[in-house]
């Protein structure tokens, strides 16, 4: 994430927790916004025009934030990227500000790939494993690699643990190589 759009998000998500609002109910209105950007080749071309008056962009925002029944917050927020010509990044803001109000809960997320889905119980164990690796408590996104061949592949912010069996494979092989 820029450092332009992380100020954004901090921004937004200062805001979500000074007014209390429900961020599952926000985020939502704000990911129906940016799908139907995304959708709309003529409602980007128009958020995005510079030679469109920003009365005439904040006029279709209104229209839009009116039959989503979006709140007035996120009117203003989509307003500020519009008015800042930030609104292509509506996308990656909204991650950024879901990634700002986890950590601010103490929450990291961490992506699992696994060679093959995991029970149930191995799942509350590499978490349990996690949050005594971060300190913080875990939330966990799940996929699976065939080519893992076993173990698996954990992504915690920066930080990558390769506890999978191609990984050792590669190590053995150049271990045995370089004797």
């Not at 429900?22 to 510079?50: C, F, K, V, Y």
């Amino acid at each position: 994430m820029s450092a332009i759009t992380n100020r954004y998000a901090c921004a937004f998500a200062d805001v979500v927790l000074d007014k209390h609002l429900d961020w599952h109910q926000t985020g939502q209105d704000l990911a129906l916004i940016a799908q139907l950007m995304e959708s709309s080749r003529e409602l980007r071309t128009i958020w995005q025009n510079p030679s469109v008056e920003g009365v005439q962009k904040r006029k279709v925002l209104d229209w839009i934030v009116a039959r989503a029944g979006a709140s007035q917050m996120v009117r203003n927020f989509i307003a500020v990227l519009i008015d800042r010509h930030r609104i292509s990044a509506l996308r990656e803001v909204i991650r950024g500000v879901e990634l700002e109000l986890n950590k601010r809960a103490g929450l990291t997320e961490a992506e699992v790939t696994s060679a093959r889905p995991l029970s149930y119980r191995a799942k509350r164990a590499l978490e349990a494993r996690m949050e005594e690796l971060t300190g913080k408590r875990v939330l966990a996104h799940y996929t699976t690699d065939a080519s893992l061949l076993g173990g698996a592949v954990v992504k915690a912010g920066s930080t990558v643990y390769d506890g999978s069996l191609r990984r050792q494979f590669e190590e053995l092989k150049e271990q045995l190589s370089s004797t």
